[in-house]
């Protein structure tokens, strides 16, 4: 009889790459995926923990199950990734849901069989959650979801500590994979099929393999093929002018860059430990823009951090208009526990933070629909990704990441089709495919 596997995933990108990890594992074990949970017979909820909200979410979803499980009691309930890599939560996880049957760590993802075999012969619930993060792990083989992207590693971990972050307690410090494995895996992609590749880092700049990153990145863009490159995500600090030269060098790498600034305030930038000032940032995105002058610049923007006074918001909001950034996400400041922010006086009400997030998500929602309409009557080359069943149009993105939909008559998931924009809604674009 088959058996079925259900994956909850919460969280950033790298997050979503190791779910196809996961993936990868349950199928070597003979389990094919479902989309409904109740059908399942192994439910794994890979989580997040960098916001309050992304722990609670997680929380509530894994609460659902309890009715489920009460029926179904030889089903499997699996928590992993970042959630109970913290501090005493797995224990918090065991006590609040003793119906878990599996607690298990960002380092401990690449064990999924043996945990899953041990909890099959036994009746207690298996934890194990790794502190150190070892060796990287080459054996496992994704069960890719994305097609026509593929997301592919190149480090794990950060030793930033950013002081509001939690990512570098539970992932770890920085290791990364070596080049020849990357190159390997892109070219493997490449003959598949795959056209856009996404080399994915907590902070890709700081890669140290046994090349440099823009040089890792240049070996990348030699490989034969029409594909897209991209790579996330990159700390300021260690953005540099050398990578700038490989990015105008190869039109197969992406013009648009992820660069996180946070704030535009020095003294909020200096209590985060982010070791920039705002001009500092400012003078990198000049030089981009000097050399790439289409390139689409987005960030992560954070308000309410502990002494964000109304001047320093004020200075944010200079920034992102000085910047002109094609998109942003905007975050509310998050205590997380361990961090050194959460020790730091003068957190901030939530109403002030409210207030302030409204105003920064008006300022950069207006700036994004602005650039939106510079589209009108241009023709732009997308890469499709998908079909919307309910609008019935295709869709996918330009190389600047903007969405594009678009009627047709062929299934074209995987193409690259030139679309004449005739509306601009919002974020995303509409037209027509032209030859
Ligand atoms: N609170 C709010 N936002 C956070 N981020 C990271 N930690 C926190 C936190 N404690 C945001 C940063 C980062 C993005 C991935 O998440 O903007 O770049
Ligand atoms: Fe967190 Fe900073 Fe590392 Fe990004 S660079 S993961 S924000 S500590």
Redesign the pocket.
């Known amino acids: 009889m088959d058996k079925f596997y259900h994956i909850v995933t919460y969280g950033c990108q790298m997050n979503v790459h190791e779910s196809e990890k996961i993936a990868g594992i349950l199928s070597g074990m003979g389990y094919k995926s479902c989309d409904d949970p109740e059908k399942a017979d192994i439910v794994v909820f890979n989580t997040c923990c960098i916001r309050e909200n992304a722990e609670n979410h997680a929380f509530g979803n894994i609460g659902m199950l309890k009715k489920l499980k009460r029926v179904r009691k030889d089903m499997i309930i699996a928590v992993g990734g970042c959630l109970p890599q913290q501090m005493n939560k797995a224990e918090n996880l065991h006590e609040k849901f003793p119906y878990v049957d599996i607690i298990f760590g960002t380092h401990n993802l690449h064990n999924l069989k043996e945990l899953i075999e041990k909890k099959l012969n036994s009746k207690k619930t298996v934890i194990e959650i790794e502190d150190s993060e070892g060796e990287i792990c080459e054996e496992d083989r994704p069960l890719r979801t994305s097609y026509p992207n593929a997301w592919v590693n190149i480090m794990y971990g950060?030793?930033?500590?950013?002081s509001?972050?939690?990512?570098?307690y539970v992932?770890g410090r920085e290791r990364s994979r070596q080049s020849a494995k990357i190159i390997e895996e892109v070219k493997g992609l490449v003959r598949e099929g795959y056209k856009e590749i996404t080399l994915l880092g907590?902070?890709v700049n700081s890669y140290k393999g046994d090349l440099t990153f823009p040089q890792l990145l240049e070996e990348v863009a030699k490989t034969e093929g029409k594909f897209r490159i991209r790579f996330m995500?990159s700390?300021p600090k260690d953005f540099s002018p050398e990578l700038i030269d490989v990015m105008a060098k190869y039109p197969k790498i992406c013009n648009c860059l992820h660069l996180?600034v946070?704030s535009g305030s020095d003294s909020i930038l200096k209590a985060m430990n982010?070791r920039y000032t705002s001009g500092q940032y400012l003078e990198k995105v000049a030089l981009l823009k000097s050399r790439i002058p289409d390139c689409a610049i987005t960030t992560d923007l954070i308000v309410g951090f502990p002494g964000e006074t109304d001047e320093d918001f004020n200075v944010t909001m200079d920034l992102v208009k000085k910047v002109n950034f094609a998109s942003a996400f905007t975050f509310v400041y998050s205590k997380r526990q361990g961090t050194k922010a959460a020790e730091m006086p003068d957190q901030i009400p939530e109403e002030v933070s409210k207030s302030r997030i409204m105003q920064l998500v008006d300022l950069v929602n207006s700036q994004t629909r602005a650039l939106s309409q510079t589209y009108i009557g241009k023709t732009v080359e997308i890469l499709c990704e998908d079909y919307d069943d309910k609008r019935k149009l295709y869709l996918g993105r330009d190389e600047y990441g903007r969405m594009g939909y678009f009627p047709s008559e062929q299934n074209v998931i995987g193409q690259f089709v030139n679309i004449k924009v005739e509306h601009a809604n919002g974020v995303s674009l509409t037209g027509n495919i032209v030859v």
Do not use: A
């Open positions: 950060c030793n930033n500590f950013c509001y972050c939690i990512v570098p992932r907590q902070n995500t700390h996180p946070q982010r």
